[in-house]
Nanobody
Framework: QVGLVESGGGLVQAGGSLRLSCAAS????????MGWYRQAPGTQRELVAD???????NYADSVKGRFTISRDNAKNTVFLQMNSLNPEDTAVYYC??????????WGQGTQVTVSS
């Protein structure tokens, strides 16, 4: 059994910042990739950023230069620092992990709302 607990979402004004956290627990031997996705109403879930165990990062073009993903391998935790937020960033943000076994898991989602 694997669980993902997300935190850090909320309401912020445009130009503000938020930091999301996601801690994985359970039958985890080794996590390969950790990432964040988001889904706004009426849209498909999209990748925001992900990071490999070695620290290689990948970002959606829309967040490059504003968001920073990082992870703590010892604590099986991934973070998303979000700066210069704008209303288009409003969405439910989901944590995702891929294990070396091939299994992957989703968090329950955390709401981020950016007011103009």
């Amino acid at each position: 059994q694997v669980g993902l607990v997300e935190s850090g979402g909320g309401l912020v004004q445009a130009g503000g910042s938020l930091r999301l956290s996601c801690a994985a627990s359970g039958s985890i031997f080794s996590i390969n990739v950790m990432g964040w996705y988001r889904q706004a109403p009426g849209t498909q879930r999209e990748l925001v950023a992900d990071i490999t165990r070695s620290g290689k990062t990948n970002y959606a073009d829309s967040v490059k230069g504003r968001f920073t993903i990082s992870r703590d391998n010892a604590k099986n935790t991934v973070f998303l620092q979000m700066n210069s937020l704008n209303p288009e960033d409003t969405a439910v943000y989901y944590c995702n992990i891929y294990l070396y076994s091939g299994s992957h898991y989703w968090g329950q989602g955390t709401q981020v709302t950016v007011s103009s």
